[in-house]
């Protein structure tokens, strides 16, 4: 290879630093840069919802540990702005514009903000997706708020109203669905969940959607929902999911749209016509990515070690040494509620049927599997992970569903439940 | 006549000095069907993966005890009344180790809620100073057995001080500790004159601890039996007697022979690496990682046996429903592809995942206990033998193949330092 080859990483995040690694470790000696938008170096996210607002931890402990040598250049705080494919060239916000022979796009994804810009910059409103948001948010729970507002019932939300809870602040969680985390888990598996949220004192309002705040001197004093009624409250989380960082790629003539960057199997971004561009890899939770566990449907995934494995992957590849097999490691994902564990493997979307399959939802602790024309397509533990590996398994081989035969822990005659996706 | 299976060869007594070799043979199929007579055949796990795999699998369950069935009086109002309810309440108040979720792990949460780092670390220099005074009575000797002199009273001592049994009533234990050391055997069970004498054994016992549990509800005392008897855990679990006796049986039994086992094996293997003997004389602080690699390289626990719920497909085979199970911990321990140069003892590997103490939801719940007990034994030991040399080696070994380990170990010395 070419010593004089030049690599642009775009995003400075745990994707792209994963991508650099290897394609460090790939054997690829040529000049290796990281464009970053945020000034600081990989940091993980997870613990940002969990220690870091807990105050377990300060936010700029975060730092990723990473194996690479001095020899990079690192732009960070300077956000790419542009890509011209037919010039190699990726352009920066400051206007330089940056050669390449291999690109990896790993710029992620930022928090949905409260769609009335005006209300979303009052004093005590906030997101949460860097660490710099992290940091804000733990100095304003820290102060003792009166109560806390969590707009949005997906995982974040839940994380943060628990985590409110375990520092016995007062909290409301409200969400215009049925139950929290329904679009993720369905209504009948996020339903359990709730419960246990509302066990441990989270006031929640599903069913409920936010539909103005208001402020006084420019700071929250309360938010209104839809249909009357308020919520007083001095801090809202909103945590209405995330929107992809493709803007940038706008342009480009890649096929891409806010739902992310379309990769083939291998991990190659498609061009506006479907083919792939062998200079360009995408990875993280920008990439969408045909699935092959799921007959090839094109998925974007927001896991922790989904970004890991496809950046891995995309590394290789963009060094030169093609993996022999599409890109298609089992998704897993992991959320910590409180004391909650909520782990999963697989996709639940598209589940026709679910059954817990050990445990018991009213003593908090089971495992849900999911099926889709009898077979196993995802299996969610809440705490109780040691059981999942197991069922990981019957999903990636497509065992079928419902589960056959005993287990520990598991009543007699599994009922089949509407896991209620709507 | 067909060959033995290697079943049979890992319980073939004059295979207990080393079943390795056995070991590896059956390592060449990960999980191997071995004949037993029965229509199932028992089934061996023998790879560190698969048997890692299997301690996480919600169809494997470790219900494995027939139901109780004690033995018969001859009279017939205790044959006809009192056996059966006997039986019924052995069976509803069985030992967590042979329970399943959910059961098992409420249990259990109740003993780990006692088990504070404070408590375990007060434990740890009380037995600096039980090996020291186990020392101290053979200071004259010119030749010690490390199991009778040293290693077996060490774990009851510690076990009863842990509980809070007054010590007058110590030296029972060490009769009832000797006795039930059988209990975890796999083959005791189907050996009938064994299970009279232990559950004679656990009459004796449990009527003790019934008393005992008692008196620790009238003067709660600052030990571990009146934090179970008294307390619940956050989650609200609280022992009923009859589970808090059998719990305490559990603790005493789960705790001997096994720790017994290492502390011997451990003297064992250091006297057949004097260069490791003297490194711990110099270094005491290397006991910690020579005592994770003696759990990987001798462990006092080789096997722990299980029964499949439902089949399971696992490396190219299918384990059927209502199956015997075989987690051959000891033979997965030596597994070439986690552990390289599986056969040497070597203190400095890094990164091991022994099984030693098992895994999941079983995992241990002695081990620092185990640790630390073990930690000031050969520690001292290698400080204050003069000059040990071995008598006999290998050693004569107990019965047991699961519970593994020398019957004697003695040791001829220049004296005790
Ligand atoms: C609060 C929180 C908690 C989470 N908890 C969990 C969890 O418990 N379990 C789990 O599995 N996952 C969790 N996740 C998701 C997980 O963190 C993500 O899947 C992971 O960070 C994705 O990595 P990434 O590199 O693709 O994207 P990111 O980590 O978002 O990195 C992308 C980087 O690109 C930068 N960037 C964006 N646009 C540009 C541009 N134009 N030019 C240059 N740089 C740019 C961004 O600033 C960012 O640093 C959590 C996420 C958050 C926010
Ligand atoms: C060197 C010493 C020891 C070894 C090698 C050892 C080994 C083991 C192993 C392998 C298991 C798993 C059993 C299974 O999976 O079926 C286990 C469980 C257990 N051990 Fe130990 N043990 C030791 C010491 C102790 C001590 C000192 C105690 C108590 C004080 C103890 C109490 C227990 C208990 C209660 C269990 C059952 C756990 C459960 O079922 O959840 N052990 N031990």
Known sequence: MAALERAVIVGAGLAGLRGAEALREAGFSGSLTIVGAEPHFPYDRPPLSKHVLAGAIPAESTALPHGLDADVDWQLGTPAAGLDRRAGTVRLADGRALPYDRLLIATGTRARPWPNPHEGRLAGVFTLRGRDDAAALRRALAAGPRRVLVIGGGFI???????????????????????????????????????????????????????????????????????????????????????????????????????????????????????????????????????????????????????????????????????????????TFWSTQGDLVVKSAGLTQGADAVVIAQGNPATGRFIALYGRAGRCIAAVSVDSARWLPAHAELVAAGAPFPPAGAATDRPKGVAILDPGFS | MPDSSLLDQVKDFANRPNPYPVYAKLRQNPVSRQDDGTAEGTWVAATHGTIARLLQDPRVSSDTLPPADRPRTGNPLTDLIVKPLKDWMMDRHRVFIFRDPPDHDALRSAVMHQFSCARVQAMRARSDALVTDLLEEKREAREIDAVDDLAYPLPVTVICELFGVPREDEPKFHGWATQLATALEPDSLSNTEIRAKNSRTFDAIGGYMGDLIREKRRHPRDDMLSGLANHATPAGVKMGDYDLIATSILMLVAGHETTVNLITNGLLTLLRHPDELERLRQDPTRAPRLIEELLRYEPPVQFRTRRTLSAIDIAGVTVPEGADLVLLLAAGNRDESVFPDPDRFDPDRTGTRHLGFGGSLHYCVGAPLARFEAEAALTALARRLKAPRLIADPPPYRQGAALRGPEHLRVAIDGIA
Not at chain 1, 174 to 184: I, S
């Open chain 1, 157 to 331: 939300g839940c994380e943060v109203a628990s985590l409110c809870r375990k520092l016995d602040l007062p909290v409301t969680l409200v969400d215009p669905g049925p139950t929290p985390l329904a679009r993720v888990l369905g209504r009948t598996i996020g339903a359990f969940i709730g419960a246990i949220h509302a066990g441990h004192g989270v006031d929640l309002r599903c069913g409920t959607e936010i539909e103005w705040l208001e402020g006084a001197g420019g700071r929250l004093v309360r938010a209104h929902c839809v249909g009357g009624g308020r919520i007083e409250a001095d801090i809202a989380v909103v945590a209405l999911g995330a929107v992809r960082n493709t803007e940038w790629l706008d342009g480009a003539g890649l096929s891409v749209d806010p739902g992310g960057v379309d990769c083939d199997g291998a991990g190659h971004v498609l061009d506006a016509e479907g083919q792939s561009d062998p200079q360009i890899a995408a990875a993280g939770d920008v990439a969408r990515f045909p699935h092959p566990l799921y007959d090839g449907r094109r998925v974007a995934l927001e896991h922790w070690s989904h970004a890991v494995a496809q950046a891995a992957h995309a590394g290789r590849l963009l060094a030169g040494a093609p993996p022999d097999a599409a890109y298609g490691a089992m998704p």
